[in-house]
């Protein structure tokens, strides 16, 4: 499992807002992309059942998972899956006051489910969580 947080000097509505509605706006899409070269947007639809997903600049998309929860401004739940994965694992972000700012908790579970690459993607994708929340609490707590 694994598990980052970050403070960001933003109210917990606003925060929960960015993350989720904005987070193509934040999301280092130039380190962490499906489309490579191709990166336009990352979506994350608000509401339990939408997609997220990646839309490439030539307008094809991408279907990294599926919004489990959808609770603003407290939590989001969503699926992420690759194709050479046994199935999906689930992101799951909280959004907690802390003094004037917000506590973004994120945890990223379920990598049994893949069984040996588990171990594997789980290492590749602790390392790429830290920096994707500093990215998120410079871009958006500035």
């Not at 499992?1 to 970050?6: A, D, L």
């Not at 799951?92 to 579970?109: A, S, W, Y």
């Not at 594997?120 to 969580?129: I, P, R, S, T, V």
């Not at 990215?135 to 707590?141: D, P, Q, Y």
């Amino acid at each position: 499992m694994i598990r980052r947080s970050v403070v960001v000097r933003r109210p917990v509505e606003d925060v929960f807002d960015r993350f989720t509605a904005g987070i193509g706006q934040w999301w280092p899409l130039e380190q962490f992309s499906y489309g490579g070269d191709r990166a336009g947007d990352l979506i994350l639809e608000g509401f339990a059942g939408g997609r997220f997903y990646e839309r490439f600049r030539d307008g094809e998309e991408h279907e990294i998972g599926r919004v489990l929860v959808y609770d603003p401004p407290h939590r989001v739940v969503f699926t992420w899956n690759q194709a050479n994965w046994a199935g999906p694992t689930e992101v799951e972000v909280r959004f907690h006051p802390e003094g004037t700012g917000t506590r973004v908790e994120l945890e990223h579970r379920g990598w049994e489910r893949l069984g040996e690459a588990g171990t594997g993607a789980e290492q590749a994708f602790g390392g790429g969580w830290g920096v994707i929340l500093d990215r998120f609490a410079t871009r958006v707590g500035a």
